[in-house]
């Protein structure tokens, strides 16, 4: 029974062949390399088999995935005992029947035993012909269903582009109203000058019949300028870090001092001037890490569904709280010390201190990283890697920030007058966005020599900012400390 399990775990559920050089999809789940390639058809961007999140590869296509060497490994040592399975175990000869009432193989001898008398028993070639056409006929139904699904998804996806269409045209009429509205006002107000030089009584616009009122947008649709020239940035440059390994993730503790966490799940702590204090190796994969005062980072663990509680002092990292949640959880932030905030997919999640869920907010789109003004009480999203989108606590949507000049964005951070910066991986640049959405300039470009810039941080209190760049190997990083001039940055707020 325990080799029938393993078995089942041993196989690729899109060919149903046991792996064969498996690689694992951030989503955890894992599939032959070749059936990976099949499933994307040549694209950056599909949907994983099983659990069907979209998955986005970089441009190494399915060799940027990790590759799963120990599964494999399990994979051929099964097929090795599997072999030796089909030797009988008492009479030491090869099988050549199968007992379906016991559910065993059988040898010559095991045929004519008195415990297998009265059993049905067949040659084991006729059996495994039939239950392969019974598995067959499974698949066929199973095959069925699932067309029948993607018919109504079809559908589904057909009236959804109606809605759209239907949205967008009402909306374009509204703008063709409005731009109507605008035009006769400015030729009243010609029209109103004209009377006024010469002489004559103007009738103020605001009586009945000459509202200018425009009706009530929920969402501010923010028309992004042109990319203005390079201001003056104040930022200067303290000191550059070499990382031991590509970083996955940042914070500043209010006194400074810079948290860097690692791909390989490594927690370290960094002075003032960038020399590195002390470290600590996470048994857990980690994600993402926060800073929720001087002593205490919340760090994820992704599919794990735990968020680790860990005390930092000038001295050592210690693990104080494992606190276990209901959902996974890739990205965090917090509200408040005792309220965290997670994202996984679409979803941002709110989690008190026992890890009791409070409410989840479905958002417009996969999100890539998340960060909080805890003084304003905004949510800021980088969705897809394509804007900035900045809601409340209660999810509604008030900008979304997209310029064609930031390109591949990356990280994201929040200063304390609730202005954002964004990181622009293949614009190589950093947009600082003020509370409107609106574009104040480039604080950082390639002028500066920034090169593919994937995480950016902020500490309001002692005025720094560190940006992570990357070359086009993960190999190659360096973590850039900075000083900011203090009317930049609004002071002792969101550390």
Do not use: W
């Not at 992570?468 to 203090?486: A, G, I, P």
């Amino acid at each position: 029974m325990a080799s029938l399990v393993l078995d089942q775990y041993l196989r690729c559920a899109v060919c149903m062949d046991f792996f064969q050089d498996p690689h694992r999809l951030p989503c955890g789940h894992s599939f032959c390399r070749r059936c990976i390639e099949g499933v994307r058809q040549h694209c950056l961007t599909f949907q994983c088999p099983e659990c069907r999140q979209t998955v986005y590869l970089d441009g190494k296509g399915v060799d940027g995935l990790e590759k799963e060497r120990r599964l494999g490994a399990m994979v051929s040592e099964f097929a090795n005992q599997h072999e030796k399975s089909r030797v009988c175990k008492e009479h030491h000869r090869t099988v050549e029947g199968y007992c379906e009432t016991c559910r065993q193989l059988l040898c010559g001898k095991c045929f004519f035993s008195q415990l297998h008398q009265g059993h049905i028993m067949g040659d084991i070639e006729d059996v495994s012909a039939r239950k392969k056409e019974e598995l067959v006929e499974l698949m066929k139904t199973e095959k069925r269903r699932l067309e029948e699904k993607a018919r109504q998804e079809e559908r589904f996806k057909e009236i959804l582009a109606k809605t759209h269409n239907e949205i967008t045209a009402q909306f374009k009429t509204m703008y063709e109203k409005l731009k109507a509205k605008e035009a006769k006002l400015h030729t009243e107000l010609s029209e109103a000058t004209c009377y006024h030089d010469s002489g004559l009584d103007v009738r103020d616009s605001t009586e009945p019949g000459c509202s200018t009122e425009l009706p009530e947008d929920p969402v501010s649709l923010i028309q992004v300028p042109e990319v203005p020239e390079l201001l003056d940035t104040h930022l200067d440059l303290v000191c550059s870090i070499s990382p031991t390994s590509a970083i996955h993730a940042g914070t500043y503790i209010p006194s400074g001092k810079l948290v860097l966490l690692g791909l390989t799940s490594v927690l370290q702590l960094f002075d003032e001037e960038g020399r590195m204090m002390h470290q600590l190796a996470l048994n857990d994969k980690a994600y993402d890490v926060t800073s929720l005062g001087e002593s205490t980072l919340a760090v994820t663990t992704g599919s794990l569904r735990r968020l680790l509680l860990i005390c930092v002092s000038d001295e050592k990292f210690e693990i104080s709280k494992t606190i276990d949640l209901d959902t996974e959880c890739f990205h965090v932030s917090s509200v408040a010390d005792s309220m965290y905030v997670t994202a996984n997919g679409s979803l941002v999640s709110f989690f008190d201190t026992d890890g009791k869920r409070h409410k989840t907010i479905i958002m417009s789109g996969m999100i890539q990283y998340l960060t909080i003004s805890k003084t304003h009480k905004k949510i800021f999203l980088n969705i897809r890697s394509e804007y900035v989108m900045r809601t409340d606590l209660k999810g509604t949507t008030e900008f979304k920030y997209k310029n064609k000049d930031l390109q591949g964005v990356t990280g994201l951070t929040v200063d304390g007058k609730c202005h954002a910066y964004a990181c622009g991986s293949k614009s190589n640049n950093v947009h600082h966005i003020d509370d409107t959405g609106t574009l104040i300039r480039l604080i950082l470009s390639v002028q500066e020599n920034i090169s593919c810039p994937m995480l950016i941080g902020i500490n309001n209190r002692m005025s720094k900012l560190y940006i992570v760049q990357r070359s086009n190997t993960f190999s190659d990083e360096c973590v850039k400390l900075y000083s900011v001039k203090s009317n930049d940055i609004e002071d002792d707020v969101d550390p």
